[in-house]
């Protein structure tokens, strides 16, 4: 079955520093793969998604994310964090065992910003 | 801006009432999605509807019900709320594409607490 593992349930950094968000697939098809970010009491907004074009992939508020097949990885990326960067981040991949119906998400990383 | 929404935001109710959790949609998504997320916890599916008069259960075992007499809407339903039930609960539509590739848009949530 499709899975979806996200590294380190919390994640801090400080204001101006790297962000580094991990998450693993495991998929014998390719993948379609998407971050989605809460913030609190709130639903979930899609930060980006891959789907098969380039690898690294743009999303909004300064992420991205690389797709690397031989590592079944889509890391989320930010050169700065900023304050308004803490929330709840999910890696989520579409389910090939349910014709891509379904969406699989992983467990969620919490981030936090420091000042 | 996703034009999905969800309502009540919040509910306190007693143990036995019946409750419906509303969500709607103004984009004519064929897909929609019901979650169950505990606070800072990851995402359950409990059902999904490829459309009008489609409905099938989630992954995660629910005694709740929907329903989908109308593309845009597709209601929850508590018979008889208990505890256990407690949590929030979240609606989604799924933007078409090819198969896979759509992004789900969310709602603001329901955060239910059942005393």
């Known amino acids: 079955a499709q899975s979806v593992t996200q590294l380190g349930s919390h994640v801090s950094v400080s204001e101006g520093a790297l962000v580094l968000l991990r998450c693993n697939y495991s998929?014998?098809?390719?993948?379609?793969l998407f971050w989605y970010v809460q913030y609190p009491n709130q639903g979930l907004q899609l930060l980006l998604k891959y789907t098969s074009a380039a690898t690294l992939v743009k999303g909004i508020n300064g992420f991205e994310a690389e797709f690397k097949k031989s590592e079944t990885s889509f890391h989320l990326t930010k050169p700065s964090a900023h304050m308004s960067d803490a929330a709840e981040y999910f890696c989520?991949?579409?389910?090939?065992?349910?014709?891509?119906?379904?969406?699989?998400f992983g467990p969620g990383t919490s981030l936090s910003v420091i000042p | 801006e996703a034009d999905i929404y969800q309502t009540p935001r919040y509910l306190v109710i007693g143990t036995g009432k019946k409750i419906t959790l509303e969500c709607s949609q103004t984009?004519?998504?064929?897909?929609m999605y019901w979650y169950q997320q505990d606070p800072g916890m990851e995402l359950h599916l409990i059902h999904y509807?490829?459309?009008?008069?489609?409905?099938e259960k989630g992954d995660l075992s629910s005694e709740s019900t929907v329903s989908r007499i109308r593309t845009e809407h597709f209601p929850l339903t508590l018979e008889s709320a208990r505890p256990s039930h407690t949590s929030q609960y979240l609606c989604?539509?799924?933007?078409?594409?090819?198969?896979?590739?759509?992004?789900?848009?969310f709602g603001p949530g329901t955060r239910l607490t059942v005393l």
């Open positions: 509807s490829y459309g009008v008069n489609s409905t």
């Open positions: 989520a991949v579409s389910d090939p065992g349910t014709s891509y119906d379904k969406v699989i």
């Open positions: 989604a539509s799924r933007k078409p594409g090819l198969a896979g590739t759509g992004e789900q848009f």
């Open positions: 998929s014998s098809v390719p993948p379609y």
């Open positions: 984009m004519g998504h064929d897909k």
